[in-house]
């Protein structure tokens, strides 16, 4: 007898197929997407879920229980999900055959999901995730340095403002967090996107905006050099970025212009020995501790010729430690920046920028004068990883809220009995429990995929990003409500999880965006 879940997976394949199909005729391929946005980006959604239930398929045997149970909430799903745009498209009955309506309906059965709950409690939220001894030792080392180095100051970080203590940065690049991704030749470790997936994931697990965030601006410009930069530029920069020697900042967005990239206005001219950059720049986190910022600025002042006129600089700065700055070089160059407050991820802190002829020198122009209106494809190789990783730090927050809520059950009494004794409760929790599993299986599946192809995996990248940030805001929230009225005090960590999933599906690509302009782009294009 066919696994319940091949059987859930091939139906949830061939609806979503169908609406991919359908969807590919209405846009002309993918031409037409923003005369369709609505139906592109509920098609979007239902071809990552059922992405996510492929790769729920292959979870490890001993989750196998928690994997059928997550497969068949989110087959489920889509039926509902294309019930708006079904006729538009033509699809006609969104129904599955008998065999996987039974396995789904069965599998989505209180009982079955009640269990994964109650092991939850008895293992306090923790499913082990079976990977070979390398994969195993990274992890059991990065949690233990998070649970050491981070985990005790997490709170005071979130709830007085603070910077990330500079002793965090130092030693995680002695262990050599910052060169996961980076070539042994270049002194990095070369371990591979699962290594830097679970390293995030651990880091998050402590917190999100005062650990798990700090690889990902090195990663995104290393990536962006490896992509494209000069020999020089990579033996230059690549080893100080593993080692932690030098901090960096991404800055791509504007206060005008977010998702839009091509319509970066900020501006690059040529002066004699390099480039002067003038204009503004918003939401460049860790832009006030950070060495260098990877920004992309405009170098041919013709707008019409959009992503085409757009490069990509290594701009140095000095280190701030507070929420603002103003510096000015010999040359008469300045540049200010103010940190945003924001309700969560505190402890990187964004700022907004300020840049009027500020001098960035030839040699770090990212590919030198080949790299010249190149900037927007470099960026975009960075961004690919960076959205991974984002993956990975949602991965990391959910299993923390998971963990935090398991534990608290277990103690709270009402009514004389823990509130974790109650059916509801351990349903809850389960469905909690299976989100967190989805979210992994999607998160590590592209990450194995960027090992073998990087530019194809990226819309894989793209779908873990979106479905793992998605559920860590519904995982964190139900948390909350299950520690009921404490959940909203922040003596309880799960506040904080609370306030900083909300940023997860906006940054690395607003989900809107992500969902219409990536993936919907890449199912769509024959």
Request: glycine residues 8%.
């Given at each position: 007898m066919a696994d319940a879940r091949d059987v859930i997976c091939a139906a949830a394949r061939a609806l979503a197929t169908r609406a991919i199909e359908a969807a590919r005729v209405l846009t002309s391929n993918g031409a037409a997407i923003d005369d369709h946005q609505v139906i592109v980006e509920r098609v979007a959604y239902a071809a990552t879920?059922?992405?996510?239930?492929?790769?729920?398929?292959?979870?490890?045997?001993?989750?196998?229980?928690?994997?059928?149970?997550?497969?068949?909430?989110?087959?489920?799903?889509?039926?509902?999900?294309?019930?708006?745009?079904?006729?538009?498209?033509?699809?006609?009955?969104?129904t599955y055959d008998a065999d996987a309506t039974a396995a789904i309906e069965a599998s989505q059965e209180p009982t079955a999901v009640e269990a994964i709950g109650a092991a939850a409690i008895t293992n306090q939220g923790r499913f082990p995730w079976p990977l070979d001894e390398v994969l195993t030792e990274v992890r059991a080392n990065v949690r233990a340095f998070a649970e050491r180095e981070v985990l005790p100051h997490a709170e005071r970080i979130h709830h007085h403002d603070e910077l990330i203590p500079e002793r965090f940065i130092t030693e995680m690049g002695k262990a050599g967090y910052f060169g996961l991704a980076i070539p042994e030749k270049y002194g990095g470790h070369e371990l591979g996107n699962l290594a830097m997936i679970l390293t995030t994931e651990e880091l998050s697990r402590a917190s999100l905006a005062a650990a798990g965030s700090l690889i990902t601006r090195p990663e995104i410009l290393?990536?962006?050099?490896?992509?494209?930069?000069?020999?020089?530029?990579?033996?230059?920069?690549?080893?100080?970025?593993?080692?932690?020697?030098?901090?960096?900042?991404?800055?791509?967005?504007?206060?005008?212009?977010?998702?839009?990239?091509?319509?970066?206005?900020?501006?690059?001219?040529?002066?004699?020995?390099?480039?002067?950059?003038?204009?503004?720049?918003?939401?460049?986190?860790?832009?006030?501790?950070?060495?260098?910022?990877?920004?992309?600025?405009?170098?041919?002042?013709?707008?019409?010729?959009?992503?085409?006129?757009?490069?990509?600089?290594?701009?140095?700065?000095?280190?701030?430690?507070?929420?603002?700055?103003?510096?000015a070089q010999p040359g008469g160059g300045t540049l200010s920046g103010k940190a945003d407050r924001t309700p969560g991820y505190r402890g990187m802190h964004s700022f907004t920028l300020a840049f009027e002829n500020w001098f960035v020198p030839d040699a770090q122009v990212v590919g030198g004068e080949a790299g010249i209106g190149r900037g927007f494809a470099l960026q975009m190789a960075g961004f690919a990883a960076g959205r991974l990783q984002t993956g990975g730090r949602a991965c990391g927050l959910t299993q923390a809220a998971v963990e935090h809520t398991a534990r608290y059950v277990a103690e709270r009494k009402q009514f004389g009995r823990p509130i974790g004794d109650y059916g509801l409760t351990r349903y809850h929790l389960g469905r909690m429990a299976s989100r967190l599993v989805a979210a992994r299986c999607i998160t590590y599946a592209a990450a194995q995929a960027m090992d073998g192809d990087e530019r194809a995996a990226a819309p894989l990248a793209a779908m873990a990003k979106l479905f793992s940030c998605d559920v860590a805001v519904e995982v964190t929230q139900l948390g909350q409500l299950l520690h009921g009225g404490w959940g909203y005090a922040e003596e309880y960590p799960i506040s904080r999880f609370v306030a900083d999933a909300q940023v997860l599906p906006i940054f690395e690509g607003v989900k809107p965006i992500l969902t219409l302009k990536v993936i919907g782009r890449s199912i769509l294009a024959m």
């Open positions: 879920e059922a992405r996510v239930i492929e790769a729920l398929v292959h979870a490890p045997a001993g989750l196998a229980d928690v994997a059928l149970v997550a497969a068949a909430e989110l087959a489920a799903q889509i039926p509902h999900r294309l019930a708006p745009v079904a006729r538009l498209l033509g699809l006609g009955a969104l290393a990536k962006a050099l490896l992509a494209g930069g000069t020999e020089e530029q990579k033996q230059t920069w690549l080893p100080r970025l593993a080692a932690a020697e030098v901090m960096a900042a991404i800055s791509v967005t504007e206060p005008n212009v977010g998702s839009d990239v091509a319509s970066v206005a900020c501006r690059a001219e040529r002066v004699p020995g390099g480039f002067a950059i003038t204009g503004p720049k918003a939401w460049c986190t860790f832009a006030g501790r950070a060495d260098v910022i990877a920004l992309l600025a405009r170098t041919d002042a013709d707008l019409s010729k959009g992503s085409r006129g757009l490069t990509l600089f290594i701009v140095d700065k000095p280190r701030f430690p507070g929420h603002a700055f103003e510096v």
